[in-house]
T-cell receptor, first 116, second 116 residues
Framework: EAEVAQSPRYKITEKSQAVAFWCDPI?????LYWYRQILGQGPELLVQ????????DSQLPKDRFSAERLKGVDSTLKIQPAELGDSAMYLC??????????????FGPGTRLLVL | AQSVTQPDIHITVSEGASLELRCNYS??????LFWYVQSPGQGLQLLLK??????LVQGIKGFEAEFKRSQSSFNLRKPSVHWSDAAEYFC??????????????FGTGTRLTIIP
């Protein structure tokens, strides 16, 4: 069964450092999402891509966060500089669109970030 | 804007007993509804989904959910829980758009503990 791949699984960094997360969606999935999940809460959308284009980045803190999906396949999420409040699980999801705008998102295992 | 409420933060159930996790949503049109499960430190796994049609939907691992429009609810049920069902459960609502769901809005989750 095809899965969404993410790396690294865990990342510890010091504040003010740069970090990057990578996501490889399920093959053929045109839509890719990055979510942030703070401990004890549900995931919240950071950015949505349709192929290589950003569809929604309204919740992405653009002063420090950036995301790209250059060839419309895998994606990288970067934080620079990291802050203590960025400690969270970063989840990637991908999906494809069925008839009637029915869409199911499949999630990767996530990257757990700890900022010290 | 859509929203999801999961009123129970933590539920404890005996192994073999029945289970019902509550989910209420707020959305102006017919929603797309999902239940995901998350084991500690892991990503989200899709349990089941509702787009249209039969309001009782079957999912994996013996779970089912019923969409009740009049109550704006999508409660998750299982007739007999197993110790392996212990996890965090998230209800999510999606809004249809040209790109499908546009984005998922998650509840804050319900942690399920199973006792022998």
């Amino acid at each position: 069964e095809a899965e969404v791949a993410q790396s690294p699984r865990y990342k510890i960094t010091e504040k003010s450092q740069a970090v990057a997360f990578w996501c490889d969606p399920i093959s053929g999935h045109a839509t890719l999402y990055w979510y942030r999940q703070i401990l004890g809460q549900g995931p919240e959308l950071l950015v949505q891509f349709q192929d290589e284009s950003v569809v929604d980045d309204s919740q992405l803190p653009k002063d420090r966060f950036s995301a790209e999906r250059l060839k419309g396949v895998d994606s990288t999420l970067k934080i620079q500089p990291a802050e203590l409040g960025d400690s969270a699980m970063y989840l990637c999801a991908s999906s494809f669109l069925l008839a009637g705008n029915q869409e199911t998102q499949y999630f990767g295992p996530g990257t757990r970030l700890l900022v010290l | 804007a859509q929203s999801v409420t999961q009123p129970d933060i933590h539920i404890t159930v005996s192994e073999g007993a029945s289970l019902e996790l509550r989910c209420n949503y707020s959305y102006g049109a017919t929603p797309y509804l999902f239940w995901y499960v998350q084991s500690p430190g892991q990503g989200l796994q899709l349990l089941l989904k509702y787009f249209s049609g039969d309001t009782l939907v079957q999912g994996i691992k013996g779970f089912e959910a019923e969409f009740k429009r009049s109550q704006s609810s999508f409660n998750l049920r299982k007739p007999s829980v197993h110790w392996s069902d212990a996890a965090e459960y998230f209800c999510a609502v999606g809004a249809g758009s040209n790109f499908g769901n546009e984005k998922l809005t998650f509840g804050t989750g319900t942690r399920l503990t199973i006792i022998p």
